[in-house]
């Protein structure tokens, strides 16, 4: 597509639940990066996929936390056991393999914890 | 371990005069410096970058600074206008010990810009 697409936009899930977050970045991106944005805070990055390499999932903060890149392409950020500080705004952002302008940026999903 | 900082949580400026954002960071393997702009409901979009190597590029109407022995950056914008008005993310790359490089940035908290018309 012509963007980076992050399904649902908003999600509101009660405590204890399990929730997952889907992203679609640009065709031919070979990089794909999650981060979330809690109230009041900056972008803090979770995990970052690179072609066939491992995954970088220094940025995830439980084991709650996984994801996964199907096929080098779509995305699914699964959060297990939520938590009301799980409640954030989660954006998912794609790029070639080396950019220069950096991230495109989905417009992220909006998770409420209740 | 904050190694982006970005310590004015917001800032206002009348139309036409200059906005300055700035930025200050920790860590010597940074080598890539960006800007993002964020308005609400949206995610950020790319404004402006620089390399370690530069001291200054600058885009039309705004201009990034790097001073490396400072380890410090800001972002100029001038004439400012009631659009530029949202949040302003630094954002940082570091070099890999390897020497390759990597994607991975590292985003400070943001500032908010007010252009009052």
């Known amino acids: 597509g012509a963007g980076v697409s992050q399904s649902p936009s908003n999600k509101v899930t009660e405590k204890g639940k399990d929730v997952e977050l889907r992203c679609d970045p640009i065709?031919?991106?070979?990089?794909l990066y999650w981060y979330r944005q809690s109230l009041g805070q900056g972008l803090e990055f979770l995990i970052y996929?690179?072609?066939?390499?491992?995954?970088?999932k220094s940025g995830l903060p439980s084991d709650r936390f996984s994801a996964e890149r199907t096929g080098g392409s779509v995305s699914t950020l699964t959060i297990q056991r939520t938590q009301q500080e799980d409640s954030a705004v989660y954006l998912c952002?794609?790029?070639?393999?080396?950019?220069?302008?950096?991230?495109?940026f989905g417009s992220g999903t909006r998770l409420t914890v209740v | 371990d904050q190694q982006v900082k970005q310590n004015s949580p917001s800032l206002s400026v009348q139309e036409g005069r200059i906005s300055i954002l700035n930025c200050d960071y920790t860590?010597?393997?940074?080598?890539?410096f960006l800007w993002y702009k964020k308005y609400p409901a949206e995610g950020p979009t790319f404004l402006i970058s620089?390399?370690?190597?530069?001291d200054k590029n600058e885009d039309g109407r705004f201009t990034v600074f790097l001073n490396k022995s400072a380890k410090h950056l800001s972002l100029h914008i001038v004439p400012s206008q009631p659009g530029d008005s949202a949040v302003y993310f630094c954002?940082?790359?570091?070099?890999?010990?390897?020497?390759?490089?990597?994607?991975?940035?590292?985003f400070g908290t943001g500032t908010l810009l007010a252009v009052q018309p």
């Open positions: 952002a794609s790029s070639p393999r080396v950019s220069g302008h950096g991230y495109t």
């Open positions: 065709s031919g991106h070979t990089a």
């Open positions: 996929f690179q072609g066939n390499s491992a995954p970088d």
């Open positions: 860590n010597s393997m940074f080598d890539y």
């Open positions: 620089i390399s370690s190597i530069k």
């Open positions: 954002a940082a790359r570091a070099r890999l010990t390897s020497g390759g490089a990597t994607n991975k940035l590292i």
